[in-house]
């Protein structure tokens, strides 16, 4: 079967494919729930929980293959303490536990008090959880969801999701990325042969 089957459809029939391998992945459903029970503010699990779970279902590979930690973004920027979000850390460790993989919890409100630290460059202030996706190295990963009280999706999709039902890595030079962009592409890549990479 073509793994490239959905690509090129309209906006809402890839949301609804999304949606339906999402919460197909015991993985990613598990976590989804574990994340809404946690309730934090303007939370989603965003990247790679999220494309190579599609990537999995378009290539035949068991739910889970590839995915070495579930990212959980929340927005609180009533307290930037690093002591405030280490205690949302330590809480989540509770509520992940037995999870199959890590979930590596972070508070978006502070990513530009030590972005500049880690990477050599600074990154604006986000303004919400979503905000922070304009600025992911690769417009294929940036891809949020949340999981509603009625089990359906919330899905935020700032450049939308043909790049990843198309299997192609695209740049986003938004911010100077272009280290990053290439070394998750070559993990991807070793991983899902049928992808493709747009270089930097």
């Not at 899905?155 to 192609?168: C, K, Q, R, W």
Request: proline residues 5%; charged residues 25%; hydrophobic residues 40%.
């Amino acid at each position: 079967m073509d793994p490239r089957r959905f690509a090129g459809l309209p906006y809402d029939a890839q949301r609804r494919e999304l949606e339906a391998i999402l919460l197909a992945d015991p993985l990613v459903r598990d976590a989804l729930q574990r994340a809404r029970d946690f309730d934090l503010p303007d939370w989603m699990i965003v990247s790679g929980a999220i494309y190579n779970s599609v990537w999995n279902a378009l290539t035949g590979r068991e739910p889970g293959y590839g995915i070495k930690d579930i990212d959980l973004f929340y927005f609180d920027g009533s307290d930037l303490s690093w002591e405030a979000e280490d205690a949302v850390i330590k809480a989540g460790g509770d509520r992940f536990a037995g999870l199959a993989v890590p979930a590596e919890i972070r508070n978006q409100a502070r990513v530009h008090l030590w972005y500049e630290s880690r990477f050599g460059r600074q990154c604006p202030a986000y303004e919400s959880s979503a905000h922070s996706l304009h600025y992911f190295a690769s417009k294929t990963h940036a891809v949020g969801v949340r999981l509603l009280g009625d089990d359906s999706l919330a899905v935020t999709a700032p450049f939308g999701l043909d790049h990843v039902f198309s299997l192609v890595i695209v740049p986003n030079r938004a911010l100077d990325n272009r280290e990053t962009h290439m070394a998750k592409a070559k993990r991807a890549c070793s991983l899902w042969p049928q992808v493709t990479v747009e270089s930097w």
